[in-house]
């Protein structure tokens, strides 16, 4: 063809190629019409220059471009109208009825409406609106309310309508097996679906399968059977042959669909929310697969279905794979198959069942592997079996009916069995029946809870039939050996309904050890019983046993209700030797030489007539007439009685008690190894059968005397040397009672437990009594002499810890009102029969091994409180006393902690403290001889300081402080300093001579008030004083020293004025009783130079040996004794008037002693002696010796000259203790020894007649 020849064309102006003449504006309007007008020409007459193809071409396109556009525009407005909703094309409906009428010949599909719409995965698709198809005959053999169908798009652009995927939305389908008319299956009368009805491609939720039920009269009625089989196979063989369309149908498919299955007369429904149905056809075979979802009450399985229709063997092959299936869920839908319902256990299975053209079964293989769960026939067992793994091979002969097993596993824990076998129908019988046999390859059992090592299996075998229209199995042999062990069972087991089920096992098994009977015994047979036996059974062997179990309907008269609810008979018979069993898990092994074991339903008894117990080293208890009884194994909490008789060593005894936690093991105080003694009792231990037993569980009725009580060695500082407790044990009461010597001492036990209905247990603390004097308390080791004098009740209470797996408590509690009690370094003292209190708690430290808690002394005058550190040697490593109150003023802080070198460092501090008690023991120490001994180890140092120290005649020393070291029994170091009102100081001082004596030196800048202060003498004024106290005496109940004081007054003293007075010749009596009330006081004051006056204190005596006081006007000498204890003073000496002038002859020797005395105090001296009571004494003058010659003087004295302190007679509470009545003994007297001899302060007044 010719091509326009374009070169030959004119070529146009550049205004013409442009357009851009300007032309006038009056023409403007015509003359651009004419221009287009000539383009359009010009165009057209090119355009007619163009070869014939293209102009016809162009003309094709100018026809049809309208169409296209509107149709894309109509495709557009089509799918935005889709993304609102569904439309109706009504128009496709016909089209589509013949595509589907085409692919399934022979059937003719009618629909009332084509909608299309959106599917689920976002792809277009018709839903067509009562679907149902016809035979020739106008019967409909499938309906359907709604269908979704997706069209071939290949052959849509062919301007054919072919499916290629066709699903049935929520129809009902029945499917019917029977063995005379093989696999068939029906839909429902569709239910009309109002046009205004929104549809959906599936339901939002899936159905749960329901319940199986009886057909009801409301199901709807069924169309026309399918014979399912036949049906397929002819529709592959026209697909293959493609005699209809060309087979382009793929895909059927149910969405949300009910399917009614029929199972030989059986009738179930499930939901099924998916199954979808590939179609692949070829020339010899046809393959349809397909997959299903289905609901169910164990949770959703899936199903995976190939079918293969063979040409050439004219065969049906249906390949199934199920996967999460539990087969219990079919065994409840189907009553025929109530046997699946046992099997609670997840399945994966793979099925290959080839079926006939005719529908029939030809033959099967099978897959079958399971996982972790349990086989539970319900009321036919007590208990459900666990099953880890299986995996079994099955294969079924339609042709011979056989079935036969593979070798195939099966493992549960650590056991596992290979078993092979097979089963075969019975024809002989009236009854569908098939007999079985299995028969083990290889295998092992095991208890692996009870840490039994797997048990090689010798041989199992198992014989019987099963009869699937009466659920029933009969068991006519099940025999297994291992071990050694033989077991032999036989029965009958029905499943189904609990009204009609039951199970009937008898068997015996022989000889075995424990071992391979934990292993051998079933989970599923009395499993509370095997429970006990696997975790108590130690060792042993197990002779000879035999067992029935009766269940449901096989169940006698006798039965009680089962786990299940279902009437159970258990009857169970063990004999054993050499048994070793552990009534208590972690307990002492009990050990018999022969046992029964018996059990009826939920009935254990175990019975031997003797056994022992070991209680590791301490030693074997001797039981006898032991009975192991438990009344309900079955109970959620079962209880167990353990009685006996027991004859045995303390020792062991208590150790197999703290092993079978029948008691607190934290609450005995003394461990069972290190006690002696002999048990007889007859006791009945009640306790509940529980992995871990608390004592408070534990409940233990008896009696039982224990004597002979010994500690093999000292617990602590104790020893028991002998004692006897009786103890008694009641429902609701338990006591002990008895009497222990302690280190020589009698104490009382008592121990109290009480268990009221319906409220916790109340346990009083065992407690120990005694009533303790000094001899008792150091026998015990608890010397406290220092503080405590005469008899204390005290009581030990031993209690229960509070927090478990602690300590137990130890409270300590002394009544002190009997006794005396003093705090000797403060001079503080409790007499006799006030009232005192002293406790504290024993605890295991957490800085020291023991401390005392909450250690309070109370009393009338007395209130401390603090804790105590104890040492693994009982010394007191540490103590501390926050608040100790003392008269109600004194008001102290006192600590100490031992130190290195076992120096124990103290210190108090206070704002008050009141002295008197203190300064008054400073001469009445010492009242008695003791006897200490001599600590050489060890010492003290003290700090103590104190605001105020309140002291006599209301004088205080202010600013107290002391340091004070002492080494054994000697003080090391003194330092002691206070301030008197007015700045006066008085400060003491620890001074060591060479010759290695100490004394201490106390030195005052005002002695007057320091007398005063510590109540020596209050009538003194000023003066410079110092005393020496010599430490270092000839005994350490007596101290020496010297006092001296200068430039002094005495001011308004009574006696002084008495003694002056006589001695002048003035009212006063000459000899005679002048007493301290009768006098008359006048306000003298005296001045004095020096006074020397040395003294010796001790046994609560102040002695004064040659002293003299010198002044201008008054002079004297004395001597004589001070007796604090008994309030008694007996002081002598010479009175010298005008001493400056009197002795002026004193000095010149031998003249002077003569004239002046052998003191040389003064030539005129009159003697004088004051006697009698302390508070109110007698004033003797002698007149007579104011002549005498000074030589001559010493025979007028009235004082003995012995001045020396006298040891006192001992009082009953400080008699010896070979002499003494002990307190914790009963009666005896005390006889008073015989006076010391010698001069006594007690000096009888001289009589006038005298």
Do not use: C
């Amino acid at each position: 063809m010719d091509r326009p020849n374009w070169t030959e064309q004119q070529p146009r102006t550049a205004a013409q190629r442009t357009g851009r003449t300007r032309p006038s504006a009056s023409s403007h309007g015509s003359e651009s019409a004419a221009r287009l007008g000539a383009q359009g020409r010009r165009r057209w007459r090119d355009s007619e220059q163009w070869p014939a193809p293209a102009r016809l071409a162009g003309r094709i396109l100018m026809w049809f471009a309208p169409i296209v556009i509107l149709s894309v525009l109509a495709l557009i407005v089509l799918y935005v109208r889709l993304l609102q909703g569904p439309v109706s094309l009504k128009v496709m409906a016909g089209p589509i009825e013949r595509g589907i009428s085409a692919e399934l010949q022979g059937l003719t599909a009618k629909v009332d409406d084509a909608i299309l719409q959106r599917g689920p995965g976002g792809e277009f698709e018709f839903q067509l609106r009562n679907l149902r198809l016809f035979e020739a005959d106008g019967s409909v053999v499938a309906s359907a309310p709604v269908a979704g169908v997706a069209l071939d798009l290949a052959q849509l652009m062919m301007f054919t309508v072919a499916p290629r995927r066709v699903d049935l939305i929520e129809p009902r389908v029945s499917v019917v097996y029977s063995e005379r008319d093989g696999l068939s299956l029906s839909f429902s009368e569709p239910v009309a679906v109002a046009p205004d009805t929104p549809l959906s491609a599936a339901p939002d939720k899936p159905t749960v399968a329901e319940v199986p039920a009886a057909p009801s009269a409301a199901v709807p009625s069924m169309l026309r059977k399918l014979d399912l089989a036949r049906v397929i196979s002819e529709y592959s063989a026209r697909a293959r042959r493609q005699q209809d369309a060309s087979s382009n149908l793929a895909q059927v498919g149910f969405r949300n669909a009910t399917v009614d299955i029929d199972y030989e007369g059986r009738r179930s429904s499930w939901k099924v929310a998916e199954l979808a149905l590939d179609l692949d056809h070829k020339r010899r075979r046809s393959v349809i697969s397909g997959v299903a979802r289905i609901e169910s009450d164990r949770g959703p399985w899936t199903l995976s279905l190939l079918t293969e229709d063979s040409e050439k063997s004219g065969t049906l092959t249906l390949k199934a794979s199920v996967r999460d299936l539990v087969p219990s869920v079919l065994g409840r839908a189907f009553p025929n198959m109530a046997l699946l319902r046992a099997l609670d256990l997840p399945t994966a299975a793979n099925a290959a069942i080839r079926f006939r053209t005719t529908g029939e079964v030809n033959g099967a293989d099978f897959a079958v592997e399971t996982s972790r769960g349990l086989i539970d026939f319900g009321s036919a067992m007590s208990a459900p079996m666990l099953v880890d793994a299986g995996l079994f091979n099955i294969n079924y002969d339609a042709a011979t009916e056989k079935v036969t097993l593979a070798p195939s596993t099966v493992r549960w824990g650590d056991s596992t069995v290979t078993l092979t076998g097979g089963a075969v129908r019975e024809t002989a019988t009236d009854i569908s029946s098939w007999a079985f046999n299995v028969r083990s390859v290889s295998g092992s059992l095991a208890a692996e809870e009870f840490k039994v090592a797997p048990v090689p299996l010798d041989s199992f075998a198992i014989d019987g039939r099963i009869i699937p229209a009466t659920n029933r199995i009969e068991f006519s042999n099940i025999a297994a050996e291992a071990g050694g062990a033989r077991v032999v069972f036989a029965g009958d087991v029905i499943a189904g309904d609990a009204a009609s089920a039951g199970s009937r096992i008898d068997g015996q098994f022989g000889p075995g050890n424990a071992d391979v009977v934990k292993a051998f015994w079933p989970r599923m047979m009395a499993p509370r019983a095997r429970q006990w036996v696997g975790e108590h059974l130690v060792s042993g062997l197990l002779q000879q046993g035999t067992m029935q179990f009766r269940s449901g309907v096989f169940a006698g008269p006798d039965a009680v209700k089962g786990s299940h609810g279902v009437p159970e008979t258990i009857v169970l018979d063990l004999n054993g030797q050499s048994v070793n069993l552990q009534p208590v898990k972690e307990g002492p092994v009990m050990t018999a030489p022969a046992i029964a074991v018996s059990m009826r339903n939920q009935v254990l008894q175990i019975t031997s007539g003797e056994a022992t117990i070991g209680a590791g080293g301490v030693g074997n208890v001797a039981l006898r007439q032991v009975r192991f009884y438990v009344a309900d194994v079955d109970a959620p909490i079962a209880e167990a009685e353990l009685s006996f008789k027991v004859q045995s060593a303390l020792g062991p005894a208590l150790e197999a008690v703290r092993q079978m936690k029948l008691m607190n093991p934290d609450s005995m105080t003394v461990p069972p190894d290190k006690i002696q003694g002999k048990l007889d009792g007859d006791f009945a231990i009640r306790l509940p059968l529980l992995p871990e037993i608390e004592a408070d569980t534990v409940a233990v009725v008896g009696r039982a005397k224990i004597s002979d009580i010994k500690t093999k060695e000292k617990i602590g500082i104790l020893a028991v040397q002998s004692g006897t407790v009786d103890v008694t044990f009641a429902p609701n009461e338990a006591t002990a009672k008895g009497e222990l010597i302690l280190n020589g001492v009698l104490a009382k036990l008592d121990w109290r437990r009480q268990t009221p209905l319906g409220a916790d247990p109340i346990t009083s603390p065992l407690t120990l009594t005694a009533n303790l004097d000094n001899a008792d308390r150091r026998q015990l080791g608890i010397d406290v002499s220092d503080f405590i004098d005469g008899d204390t009740p005290a009581t030990v209470a031993f209690g229960e810890p509070v927090v478990e797996g602690a300590a137990g408590s130890v409270r300590v509690i002394a009544d002190l009102s009997p006794a005396e009690f003093s705090i000797s370094p403060l001079a503080w003292k409790k007499p006799r029969g006030r009232p005192g209190r002293l406790e504290f708690e024993v605890v295991p430290g957490t800085v020291h091994k023991t401390e005392l808690r909450n250690f309070k002394i109370s009393g009338e005058a007395i209130a401390a409180e603090g804790w105590v550190g104890l040492s693994a040697d009982q010394k007191v490593q540490e103590f501390d006393f926050p608040a100790v109150s003392l008269d109600t003023v004194s008001r102290l802080k006192i600590n100490g902690k031992r130190g290195a070198r076992d120096i124990v460092d103290v210190r108090a501090s206070g704002s008050t403290f009141d002295g008197r008690n203190f300064f008054r023991s400073l001469f009445t120490s010492g009242g008695t001889a003791s006897q200490k001994i001599a600590n050489k180890k060890g010492g003290v140092d003290v700090t103590v300081a104190i605001d105020n120290v309140i002291g006599f005649s209301d004088t205080n020393l202010r600013d107290f402080s002391l340091k004070m070291s002492r080494r054994g029994d000697e003080m090391t170091a003194l330092d002691a300093r206070g301030k008197f009102e007015g700045g006066k100081a008085l400060i003491a001082i620890l001074q060591a001579e060479t010759n290695g004596t100490r004394k201490i030196i106390s030195d005052t800048t005002d002695a007057g008030q320091t007398l005063r202060l510590v109540g020596f003498y209050p009538n003194m004024q000023g003066g410079r004083g110092r005393i020496d106290v010599y430490l270092d005496g000839k005994d350490a109940e007596q101290t020496a020293g010297v006092l001296i004081i200068e430039d002094f007054k005495v001011l308004g003293d009574p006696i002084v004025s008495e003694v002056v007075s006589s001695g002048s010749g003035g009212d006063g009596p000459a000899i005679g009783a002048s007493t301290y009330g009768q006098r008359k006081v006048v306000r003298e004051v005296f001045e004095f130079d020096r006074m020397r006056l040395p003294f010796t204190v001790g046994y609560g005596q102040f002695a004064i040996d040659d002293s003299y006081l010198r002044g201008p006007l008054l002079g004297a000498t004395m001597r004589g004794k001070v007796d604090y204890t008994a309030q008694k003073v007996n002081l002598g000496g010479t009175y010298i008037p005008l001493q400056g002038l009197n002795n002026a002859l004193g000095g010149i020797p031998v003249l002077g002693q003569i004239l002046s005395g052998p003191r040389g105090e003064g030539i005129f001296g009159i003697t004088f002696a004051v006697q009698g009571a302390m508070a109110n004494p007698q004033v003797v003058v002698n007149p007579l010796s104011l002549v005498a010659p000074g030589i001559f003087r010493e025979m007028f004295q009235m004082t003995n000259p012995n001045t020396s302190v006298q040891p006192r007679a001992p009082s009953p509470a400080n008699v010896p203790i070979d002499k003494r009545v002990r307190a914790s003994s009963s009666g005896g007297a005390y006889e008073a020894p015989e006076t010391v001899d010698g001069w006594s302060s007690d000096t009888v007044v001289p009589s006038k007649k005298n």
